[in-house]
């Protein structure tokens, strides 16, 4: 039987999972039956979620190959444990995160979805036509292709550290880590639009007698600003918009969209680890395999020497 503490990791990652990271049902029921299956080999044992050691998880794909799961399966169950646990570090529910070293059967990873400039440029222009809440929908925006934000950092920012027209953002990170990121022009402009109306509601407000919110972009949901889901959505509708398979666009896409494109504009792989917080840079290099296809037509495409030998 699944531990209550094993039940609410999963229950919480899988709800990350589907706000920040777009992922399919599909996907999201096959990582609670690998996770569920990973905290049941850990109950029979006496172990908790929060007491797995490295060599715990090994076991347990020992025990999986043991059992004949194809190669592909034990890959997708250790890929489950990683992303579990590398949520429990960035939530600050451990210390370390016990997967990072384990050498698994081997999967190629995934390359990010992003967006065009023009494709970004459409958003943004969506953004401005939304025909409610426009202001607000631009400066969300533009803040998120600007700084590269998770969705759960950009929907819960304070409205203090958006104060005084600033230039750079101190977003407070998974685990309570700080990091500051430059802030366009663009996104400085629609930042102070914003404010103006935000600031025009919440003094209507107050003269009702409703308490002030601290943050930038306030709801009425329970923690009182924006919801994840609510923001995914409105992607979502902006992408129709701007004429955009919606399929191709999340919150998410953005964040791989402003790494690229600052990839592709010169920036290193040291300054993307920056600004992403990222705690290494291999997860910081897959950025570059986006990069290389296109450098690659590039060259084929440019190069004299790749060139047909009957091409004049």
């Given at each position: 039987?699944?531990?209550p503490q094993?039940?609410?990791?999963?229950?919480?990652?899988?709800?990350?999972?589907a706000?920040?990271?777009?992922?399919?049902?599909n996907?999201?029921?096959?990582?609670?039956?690998?996770?569920?299956?990973?905290?049941?080999?850990?109950?029979?044992?006496?172990?908790?979620?929060?007491?797995?050691?490295?060599?715990?998880?090994t076991?347990?794909?020992?025990?999986?190959?043991?059992?004949?799961?194809?190669?592909?399966?034990?890959?997708?169950?250790?890929?489950?444990?990683?992303?579990?646990?590398?949520?429990?570090?960035?939530?600050?529910?451990?210390?370390?995160n016990?997967?990072?070293?384990?050498?698994?059967?081997?999967?190629?990873?995934?390359?990010?979805?992003?967006?065009?400039l023009e494709?970004?440029?459409?958003?943004?222009a969506?953004?401005?036509?939304?025909?409610?809440?426009?202001?607000?929908?631009?400066?969300?925006?533009?803040?998120l292709?600007?700084?590269?934000?998770?969705v759960?950092?950009?929907?819960?920012?304070?409205?203090?550290?958006?104060?005084?027209?600033?230039?750079?953002?101190?977003?407070?990170?998974?685990?309570?880590?700080?990091?500051?990121?430059?802030?366009?022009?663009p996104?400085?402009?629609?930042?102070?639009?914003?404010l103006?109306?935000?600031?025009?509601?919440?003094?209507?407000?107050?003269?009702?007698?409703?308490?002030?919110?601290?943050?930038?972009?306030?709801?009425?949901?329970?923690?009182?600003?924006?919801?994840?889901?609510?923001?995914?959505?409105?992607?979502?509708?902006?992408?129709?918009?701007?004429?955009?398979?919606?399929?191709?666009?999340?919150?998410?896409?953005?964040?791989?969209?402003?790494?690229?494109?600052?990839?592709?504009?010169?920036?290193?792989?040291?300054?993307?680890?920056?600004?992403?917080?990222f705690?290494?840079?291999?997860?910081?290099?897959?950025?570059?395999?986006?990069?290389?296809?296109?450098?690659?037509?590039?060259?084929?495409?440019?190069?004299?020497?790749?060139?047909?030998?009957?091409?004049?």
């Amino acid at each position: 039987m699944t531990a209550p503490q094993a039940t609410r990791w999963i229950a919480t990652f899988l709800e990350a999972q589907a706000a920040e990271q777009d992922a399919a049902t599909n996907t999201q029921l096959a990582y609670a039956r690998d996770l569920r299956d990973f905290a049941d080999w850990l109950a029979a044992r006496g172990v908790t979620f929060d007491g797995v050691q490295e060599d715990t998880i090994t076991a347990y794909l020992v025990a999986c190959e043991a059992q004949g799961l194809a190669r592909a399966t034990r890959a997708r169950r250790l890929s489950a444990i990683r992303q579990l646990y590398r949520f429990a570090y960035e939530e600050g529910w451990r210390g370390d995160n016990p997967a990072l070293q384990i050498k698994g059967p081997g999967k190629a990873r995934r390359l990010p979805g992003t967006l065009t400039l023009e494709e970004v440029d459409r958003l943004l222009a969506a953004a401005e036509a939304s025909p409610h809440e426009a202001i607000r929908n631009t400066c969300l925006m533009q803040l998120l292709y600007a700084t590269g934000m998770r969705v759960s950092e950009l929907v819960s920012l304070p409205v203090a550290a958006a104060r005084g027209d600033p230039r750079m953002l101190l977003i407070r990170g998974k685990g309570g880590k700080e990091r500051m990121v430059p802030l366009s022009p663009p996104a400085r402009a629609a930042l102070a639009a914003w404010l103006s109306v935000r600031d025009t509601a919440e003094a209507a407000a107050r003269d009702t007698g409703a308490a002030p919110s601290r943050f930038l972009f306030p709801s009425r949901a329970k923690h009182g600003h924006l919801t994840r889901h609510r923001f995914y959505a409105l992607v979502k509708e902006l992408a129709l918009a701007g004429g955009i398979d919606p399929g191709r666009v999340t919150p998410h896409t953005l964040r791989h969209a402003f790494a690229t494109h600052l990839l592709a504009g010169g920036a290193d792989l040291r300054a993307i680890q920056m600004l992403f917080f990222f705690n290494d840079a291999a997860t910081t290099e897959i950025y570059t395999h986006v990069l290389d296809e296109r450098l690659r037509a590039l060259v084929l495409q440019h190069h004299p020497l790749a060139r047909d030998p009957g091409t004049p």
